[in-house]
C-alpha cells in the first residue's frame, strides 16, 4: 500500500503484497489516466523565410471569410484592387516576393468577399463581390503576363452582395451562394443556371453556409442567432436550434465526417465557444468548451480524416485544435499554436496537397498585412515509412455524380484515393459552359389559327432574318476563337522567351 506519508503518484515502502494469501484491497486513487491518442503531440511550425509570399497586399475589406483559397497547384489570395474586385493567384511553388505588376484576376467592379477552388479540377476558381455576381474562372497552368479579365461564366440572381461560396463536394459543377439578400442559390455552373433558390428560410444576413460529406444537407448560421440544417432539394429546415450560443457575435457551423454538427460563437459575458451537437437532440450540445474572451470570430477548419477541428480567430495570433471523438466529453482539446503576428485571413490546403514524407496532417497559409506564411502541423514520427494510421484514403478530385443525377434526389459519398506514393495532380482539365439554347425550346403548343398570305410572307421574312443572324453569329464566334487561340501562343512564346532569358 502506499505509505501515508507519500505524496500522490509516488509508491512508499511496503510489502509484497503477493505474500498475502488476502492482500487487503487498495484505496481508489484520483490519478488522472491520459487519453490515448496519436494526435495528442501535433506540431505546429511558421514556414521558412523562403517558403512565404512576400509584398501582397492583401485586402482591407471588412468581411468575416477567409480571404484565402489553396488547393495542391496554386495559391488565390483577394488583395486591394482600386475600382473594383480583384484576387491574385500564385503557383504554389512560386514562393519569395511578388512583383508588384503580377497579373491579377479583375473581373468584378466591387470588392471581392469570397473565394473557392473547384474540388473536382485544381484550375477552376469561383469569386463572390459586392457586385451582386459570382464568376468563375479557368487559371491556366503557365503564369499569364496580362490580368485575367473574362470569366467563364458569370452568374446573376442575386439583388445584393454576394458573401459566401461553396463548391458541392461530391457533383460535378454544382455550387453555392449565399447574399446579403438572405437567399442561397445552388448553380450549376456547367450550364449557367440556377438550379434551387431557398430565398424564404432566413430572415436575416446568412453568417455560415456549410454542406455535408455528401452533400445532402446544409448547415447554415444567421444573424436571427438560429442554428439551421436544411434539406436543399426539399426545401426544407429538417432541425433548427435557437440561440446555440448566447452573444450576439456571428457565429459558425461545420458538419463533422460522422454527421455531428461543430459551431463556435459567443457567450452572454463574450466568451468564444466550441460546441458540438447531435442533429437528433438539439435541446443540448454534446459539449461545450470556453476559451477567451476576444472579439475576432472564430472560423473553423475540419479535418474529417483525423477527426481535428482547427479554430482561427481573425485578428488572432494563434491557432487552437481539438480532436473530435465518439467517446465523452467528445471534444478533446490538443494545443495552440501561437506566433507573434495577428492573422488577416487563412487558407487550409486539402488533404491530398500535403506532403506524407513529413507526417503532414494540415497546412494553413496565414494572411498577414504584406505576406502569406505556411503554418505547417506534423505528427513527429520515427520512421520514414508511410504512415497509414495518419492517413486514410481521402477525397480525390474525381466527382461522384452529376449535377442532374444530384438535382433528381441522388447522393454518392465522396470518390477516395491513397496518398501512399504520394497525390499527383491530373492535367488540367477545360471548364466548358454549355449554356442551353433558348431557340432550341419550342413555342408551347396552342390551338392552330388560319394564316392569312400575309402571315405567311411575314412568318418566311422573320426566318429568313434568323437564318442570317445565326449564319453571322456563327462567323463571328469563329473568328474570336481563332484570335484567341493566337493570343495563347503568343503568351506561349513570350513566357518560354522570358524564362530563356532567366
Same mark, same amino acid.
Given at each position: 500500500?502506499?505509505?501515508?506519508?507519500?505524496?500522490?503518484?509516488?509508491?512508499?515502502?511496503?510489502?509484497?503484497?503477493?505474500?498475502?494469501?488476502?492482500?487487503?484491497?487498495?484505496?481508489?486513487?484520483?490519478?488522472?489516466?491520459?487519453?490515448?491518442?496519436?494526435?495528442?503531440?501535433?506540431?505546429?511550425?511558421?514556414?521558412?523565410?523562403?517558403?512565404?509570399?512576400?509584398?501582397?497586399?492583401?485586402?482591407?475589406?471588412?468581411?468575416?471569410?477567409?480571404?484565402?483559397?489553396?488547393?495542391?497547384?496554386?495559391?488565390?489570395?483577394?488583395?486591394?484592387?482600386?475600382?473594383?474586385?480583384?484576387?491574385?493567384?500564385?503557383?504554389?511553388?512560386?514562393?519569395?516576393?511578388?512583383?508588384?505588376?503580377?497579373?491579377?484576376?479583375?473581373?468584378?467592379?466591387?470588392?471581392?468577399?469570397?473565394?473557392?477552388?473547384?474540388?473536382?479540377?485544381?484550375?477552376?476558381?469561383?469569386?463572390?463581390?459586392?457586385?451582386?455576381?459570382?464568376?468563375?474562372?479557368?487559371?491556366?497552368?503557365?503564369?499569364?503576363?496580362?490580368?485575367?479579365?473574362?470569366?467563364?461564366?458569370?452568374?446573376?440572381?442575386? #439583388?445584393?452582395? @454576394?458573401?459566401?461560396?461553396?463548391?458541392? $463536394?461530391?457533383?460535378?459543377? &454544382?455550387? !453555392?451562394?449565399?447574399? =446579403? /439578400?438572405?437567399?442561397?442559390?445552388?448553380?450549376?455552373?456547367?450550364?449557367?443556371?440556377?438550379?434551387?433558390?431557398?430565398?424564404?428560410?432566413?430572415?436575416?444576413?446568412?453568417?455560415?453556409?456549410?454542406?455535408?460529406?455528401?452533400?445532402?444537407?446544409?448547415?447554415?448560421?444567421?444573424?436571427?442567432?438560429?442554428?439551421?440544417?436544411?434539406?436543399?432539394?426539399?426545401?426544407?429546415?429538417?432541425?433548427?436550434?435557437?440561440?446555440?450560443?448566447?452573444?450576439?457575435?456571428?457565429?459558425?457551423?461545420?458538419?463533422?465526417?460522422?454527421?455531428?454538427?461543430?459551431?463556435?460563437?459567443?457567450?452572454?459575458?463574450?466568451?468564444?465557444?466550441?460546441?458540438?451537437?447531435?442533429?437528433?437532440?438539439?435541446?443540448?450540445?454534446?459539449?461545450?468548451?470556453?476559451?477567451?474572451? #476576444?472579439?475576432? @470570430?472564430?472560423?473553423?477548419?475540419?479535418? $474529417?480524416?483525423?477527426?481535428? &477541428?482547427? !479554430?482561427?480567430?481573425? =485578428? /488572432?495570433?494563434?491557432?487552437?485544435?481539438?480532436?473530435?471523438?465518439?467517446?465523452?466529453?467528445?471534444?478533446?482539446?490538443?494545443?495552440?499554436?501561437?506566433?507573434?503576428?495577428?492573422?488577416?485571413?487563412?487558407?487550409?490546403?486539402?488533404?491530398?496537397?500535403?506532403?506524407?514524407?513529413?507526417?503532414?496532417?494540415?497546412?494553413?497559409?496565414?494572411?498577414?498585412?504584406?505576406?502569406?506564411?505556411?503554418?505547417?502541423?506534423?505528427?513527429?514520427?520515427?520512421?520514414?515509412?508511410?504512415?497509414?494510421?495518419?492517413?486514410?484514403?481521402?477525397?480525390?478530385?474525381?466527382?461522384?455524380?452529376?449535377?442532374?443525377?444530384?438535382?433528381?434526389?441522388?447522393?454518392?459519398?465522396?470518390?477516395?484515393?491513397?496518398?501512399?506514393?504520394?497525390?499527383?495532380?491530373?492535367?488540367?482539365?477545360?471548364?466548358?459552359?454549355?449554356?442551353?439554347?433558348?431557340?432550341?425550346?419550342?413555342?408551347?403548343?396552342?390551338?392552330?389559327?388560319?394564316?392569312?398570305?400575309?402571315?405567311?410572307?411575314?412568318?418566311?421574312?422573320?426566318?429568313?432574318?434568323?437564318?442570317?443572324?445565326?449564319?453571322?453569329?456563327?462567323?463571328?464566334?469563329?473568328?474570336?476563337?481563332?484570335?484567341?487561340?493566337?493570343?495563347?501562343?503568343?503568351?506561349?512564346?513570350?513566357?518560354?522567351?522570358?524564362?530563356?532569358?532567366?
Amino acid at each position: 500500500m502506499p505509505h501515508p506519508s507519500c505524496s500522490e503518484g509516488e509508491q512508499g515502502p511496503s510489502p509484497n503484497l503477493l505474500s498475502h494469501p488476502h492482500p487487503p484491497p487498495l484505496p481508489a486513487m484520483s490519478r488522472r489516466v491520459v487519453r490515448q491518442s496519436k494526435f495528442r503531440h501535433v506540431f505546429g511550425q511558421a514556414g521558412k523565410a523562403e517558403q512565404t509570399y512576400e509584398d501582397i497586399r492583401v485586402s482591407k475589406v471588412t468581411w468575416d471569410s477567409s480571404f484565402c483559397a489553396v488547393n495542391p497547384k496554386f495559391l488565390a489570395i483577394i488583395v486591394e484592387a482600386g475600382g473594383g474586385g480583384a484576387f491574385i493567384v500564385l503557383p504554389l511553388a512560386k514562393t519569395g516576393r511578388v512583383d508588384k505588376n503580377h497579373p491579377t484576376v479583375n473581373g468584378h467592379t466591387a470588392p471581392v468577399l469570397d473565394i473557392d477552388w473547384c474540388p473536382h479540377n485544381d484550375s477552376v476558381i469561383a469569386s463572390a463581390s459586392e457586385d451582386t455576381t459570382i464568376m468563375v474562372w479557368q487559371i491556366p497552368d503557365y503564369t499569364p503576363v496580362r490580368n485575367i479579365t473574362e470569366p467563364i461564366v458569370t452568374l446573376e440572381g442575386h #439583388s445584393k452582395r @454576394v458573401g459566401i461560396l461553396s463548391w458541392h $463536394p461530391t457533383a460535378r459543377n &454544382v455550387l !453555392l451562394s449565399a447574399g =446579403g /439578400d438572405n437567399v442561397i442559390i445552388i448553380w450549376n455552373v456547367g450550364t449557367g443556371e440556377m438550379l434551387l433558390s431557398l430565398d424564404d428560410m432566413h430572415p436575416d444576413v446568412i453568417h455560415s453556409v456549410c454542406w455535408n460529406t455528401n452533400g445532402s444537407l446544409l448547415s447554415t448560421t444567421c444573424k436571427d442567432k438560429t442554428l439551421r440544417v436544411i434539406d436543399p432539394r426539399k426545401g426544407q429546415v429538417v432541425a433548427e436550434r435557437a440561440r446555440p450560443h448566447e452573444g450576439a457575435r456571428p457565429m459558425r457551423a461545420i458538419f463533422t465526417a460522422v454527421g455531428k454538427l461543430l459551431s463556435t460563437g459567443f457567450s452572454r459575458m463574450s466568451e468564444r465557444q466550441l460546441a458540438l451537437w447531435d442533429l437528433n437532440n438539439f435541446e443540448e450540445p454534446m459539449a461545450l468548451q470556453e476559451m477567451d474572451t #476576444s472579439n475576432g @470570430v472564430l472560423l473553423p477548419f475540419y479535418d $474529417p480524416d483525423s477527426g481535428i &477541428v482547427y !479554430l482561427c480567430g481573425k =485578428g /488572432d495570433s494563434s491557432i487552437r485544435y481539438f480532436e473530435i471523438t465518439d467517446e465523452p466529453p467528445f471534444v478533446h482539446y490538443l494545443n495552440t499554436f501561437s506566433s507573434k503576428e495577428p492573422q488577416r485571413g487563412m487558407g487550409f490546403m486539402p488533404k491530398r496537397g500535403l506532403d506524407v514524407s513529413k507526417c503532414e496532417i494540415a497546412r494553413f497559409y496565414k494572411l498577414h498585412e504584406r505576406k502569406c506564411e505556411p503554418i505547417i502541423m506534423t505528427v513527429p514520427r520515427k520512421s520514414d515509412l508511410f504512415q497509414d494510421d495518419l492517413y486514410p484514403d481521402t477525397p480525390g478530385p474525381e466527382p461522384s455524380l452529376e449535377a442532374d443525377e444530384w438535382l433528381a434526389g441522388q447522393d454518392a459519398d465522396p470518390i477516395l484515393i491513397s496518398l501512399r506514393d504520394g497525390y499527383v495532380p491530373p492535367k488540367s482539365r477545360e471548364l466548358r459552359v454549355t449554356k442551353r439554347n433558348i431557340l432550341d425550346v419550342r413555342p408551347p403548343t396552342g390551338p392552330r389559327r388560319s394564316q392569312s398570305a400575309s402571315d405567311a410572307s411575314f412568318s418566311q421574312q422573320q426566318q429568313q432574318t434568323l437564318e442570317t443572324l445565326l449564319e453571322e453569329m456563327k462567323s463571328l464566334r469563329e473568328r474570336v476563337q481563332a484570335q484567341e487561340e493566337r493570343i495563347t501562343a503568343l503568351e506561349n512564346m513570350l513566357c518560354e522567351f522570358v524564362d530563356g532569358t532567366d
